[in-house]
């Protein structure tokens, strides 16, 4: 009985590394620019802005930490009642870009109490 368990255990744990869902393709995007384009300033999620809001539902449901492997490191985040958290990305240079237009366009993500994206509006 006890080889039996020693003998299941890796294989319930290699079951349970499987069942995740994969991470979405955001197509006509490149990621890594995306990523290093802190607050907008370089203007590289500018280009994206079109595909970007074309394909947000596919964020949806994905939890914090797989927006923040797919999007990088929030511009801003805010924390609301009921645990619920916002993040945002400027898509359009932000105001400490020091750009000198005043065109702000933002991609933000609500995630519920459970830290599952459930909302994405772009302001």
Same mark, same amino acid.
């Given at each position: 009985?006890l080889?039996?368990?020693?003998?299941l255990?890796p294989?319930?744990?290699?079951?349970?590394?499987?069942?995740?869902?994969?991470?979405?393709? @955001?197509?006509?995007?490149?990621?890594?620019?995306?990523r290093?384009?802190?607050?907008?300033?370089?203007?590289?999620?500018?280009?994206?802005?079109?595909?970007?809001?074309?394909?947000?539902?596919?964020l949806?449901?994905?939890?914090?930490?797989?927006?923040?492997y797919? @999007?990088?490191?929030?511009?801003?985040?805010? +924390? /609301?009642?009921?645990?619920?958290?916002?993040?945002?990305? /400027? +898509? /359009?240079?932000?105001?400490?870009?020091?750009?000198?237009?005043?065109t702000? +366009?933002? +991609?933000?993500?609500?995630?519920?109490?459970?830290?599952?994206?459930?909302e994405?509006?772009?302001?």
């Open positions: 009985m080889k039996f368990i020693r003998n255990i294989a319930l744990f290699i079951l349970i590394l499987s069942c995740g869902k994969p991470l979405p393709q @955001l197509d006509q995007m490149d990621l890594d620019a995306w290093t384009d802190t607050d907008g300033c370089l203007g590289h999620r500018m280009m994206m802005t079109e595909a970007i809001t074309a394909q947000k539902e596919k949806l449901a994905l939890d914090e930490k797989e927006i923040i797919l @999007l990088g490191k929030p511009d801003k985040n805010e +924390l /609301y009642t009921r645990n619920q958290k916002f993040y945002s990305y /400027y +898509l /359009y240079p932000a105001p400490s870009c020091n750009s000198g237009d005043s702000t +366009l933002t +991609l933000i993500i609500r995630f519920n109490a459970m830290g599952l994206a459930k994405i509006t772009i302001e």
